[in-house]
């Protein structure tokens, strides 16, 4: 859910929840003194709550109530959200209703009694190869949206990227010689990932027939996928995408971008591939750009992609 910051951009939501995130927003850089990416952080998770609750006929957050916020951790569970990630979401919501009731601005604290459900272990879901290809195949590659959905799940599948990394993906991070992308992952760390011929066909196509159709006058500079407006891809965007891709594709089971990033790592050690292999392209591994060829070359990589990738 990559959204506006409110200073900014407008956010689609009634002006009631502008005033009253402004007035925590100052609160927190009069009072507290807290960095600028913090304040970045609260004002992206309350905007996508107040986005939410205005889905739920709820016009400003003084009126939501504990049952709007438990729903809330609920949907972004369903999205595919991790535990960690639901819990910066529930500290920001906590933090604006600790000050709202202290201030007056609500009668109550709807947030105080909520608790994270702890997250168990359990295997994350993943689709089968031919409903990945049934996927694929969903999107109208004749239309320029459609055309770059395709290679947005294209490449997804081909490189278990994570969304943040897909929306990030920059022109200039795709290597079309090496048949490589340069992946900035958590903490800004660096990894070289292969790209199947396959999906690297489509981002091609994308580039070509679409990109230079939706580019417009927009701070976007280099970002590959873009919306029709000619801005970068949200995280909402990527969801909607992915999600309506399945649904055409009439798959039952629950698909988000993280689900793609799974079934890439499933299959490919279905196919036999190296473990340590897969853990690096994933970038779970905990190594500088400097040590990223300190254990596996990228042709070793490329090789293990190619051999047991489905779409390598």
Request: overall charge positive; aromatic content about 8%.
């Amino acid at each position: 859910m990559n959204l506006p910051v409110i200073k900014t951009a407008t956010p689609d939501i009634p002006k009631a929840f502008i005033r009253e995130l402004t007035q925590f927003i100052n609160y927190i850089s009069l009072e507290k003194g807290l960095s600028e990416n913090t304040k970045v952080s609260y004002k992206h998770d309350l905007v996508t709550f107040a986005q939410f609750l205005h889905q739920e006929d709820i016009s400003r957050y003084s009126n939501a109530d504990s049952a709007s916020i438990t729903k809330f951790l609920y949907e972004l569970s369903e999205l595919g959200l991790t535990a960690s990630s639901r819990s910066r979401y529930l500290s920001s919501i906590r933090s604006l209703y600790k000050f709202m009731y202290a201030d007056g601005i609500a009668s109550s604290d709807p947030s105080e009694t909520i608790e994270l459900p702890k997250s168990g272990r359990k295997l994350p879901e993943t689709l089968t190869i031919d409903e990945v290809f049934s996927i694929l195949e969903q999107t109208d590659t004749t239309d320029k949206l459609g055309l770059r959905d395709r290679a947005i799940l294209e490449t997804m599948y081909a490189c278990g990227l994570r969304v943040s990394e897909v929306i990030n993906l920059t022109q200039r991070n795709v290597l079309f010689d090496a048949e490589v992308l340069r992946v900035f992952g958590k903490g800004s760390k660096e990894r070289i990932v292969p790209i199947g011929h396959s999906a690297l066909e489509w981002v091609e196509n994308y580039r070509m027939k679409s990109r230079t159709i939706l580019k417009k006058e927009s701070p976007t500079n280099d970002i590959l996928f873009l919306n029709s407006r000619g801005k970068k891809l949200s995280r909402m965007g990527l969801w909607k995408i992915v999600a309506k891709a399945a649904q055409q594709a009439n798959i039952s089971a629950k698909v988000h971008p993280h689900t793609f990033r799974h079934s890439f790592a499933t299959h490919l050690l279905e196919g036999g591939a190296d473990l340590r292999a897969v853990q690096e392209m994933l970038g779970h591994s905990d190594i500088s750009t400097t040590q990223i060829y300190t254990h596996l070359d990228r042709e070793f990589l490329k090789e293990v992609h190619k051999s047991f990738h489905p779409r390598g």
